[in-house]
């Protein structure tokens, strides 16, 4: 749903507004943040006109040089990142600061702006700056990465207590490639983040008042990625030992085809014997001889069987 809101401060609180005619017949220095989500192309324009800014379209947010994604000029910190939902797809951000005021560009719903909003309501003080609001949007974004990696770490665990020989079927192998493309796209955008936010370290846009939450935030994406590739590094393990099982259960095939060969062929040898032609067989005269054959087809087949018990083939 397009929308666009305008937060600004007034009497030590910070309200909202959702007009940009608003944002024109206000003081400028008393907004902190313009959010607009999914909003049509003549609104950014008139933005653009106002704000003396440039907002990227969406090809040139989603370029994956650091050149493209994070951005400073004389007056103006462009910053873009992608920021995951909860079906794993990725809605790309940009984040454009100029004289204190944060624009963000975005075209979904994010739980983590709805979380910041609630931060900024419940202590309006914090929030003096639009650079406050950035590494505030950041740092949920992060704490929302970490739930989504702890629920992954979840669905691995139960993964591996589900896997057995009898469990092992293309869809389990489906599943743990699932799990490791989801896996894969989270250390992307946690890397994605890594690199944001230590660019945003050696920014003079940032507060020196703010440089220790960004160490944080890196400290936390640092732990973050070593759990991403820990899971990682399991579901390799879940693959491998998947394999593992399909080649035990492919052993045992063909090791119950071999068992069943080796026992029918002294029969079958037997019953070649006595099905040739050939005209002098004394076999063939005596009154006893087909119960006889039958018995010794019967006799070479169980003396295998019991050979291959004694050896615990079987």
Known sequence: MAEIKLFYHKDGVVRLSRSLDFLKSNPIESFLWIDLNDVDEEVENELEDFLKIYIQEEEEMIEIEMSSRYIETQDTLVVNSNFLLSNF????????LKNNILVTVRSEELISFHETVKKISANPKGYNTGADVLVALLETRVEFDADMIENM????TQLSNSLSLQEADKELLGEIKNLQ????MLRENIIDKQRTVSSMLRSDFIPKELQPKLSMIIRDINSLVEHIKFSFDR??????????????EQNNIIKIFTIVSVIFMPPTLIASIYGMNFTRMPELDMRWGYPVSLGLMVLSSLAILLYFKKKKWL
């Open 181 to 184: 493309e989801k896996t894969m």
């Open 235 to 248: 579901l390799d393990y879940l693959q491998d030992t998947f394999l593992g099982y399909v080649n035990i």
């Open 89 to 96: 797809e990725s809605d790309p951000v940009s984040f454009i």
């Open 153 to 156: 770490t979840h669905k691995i």
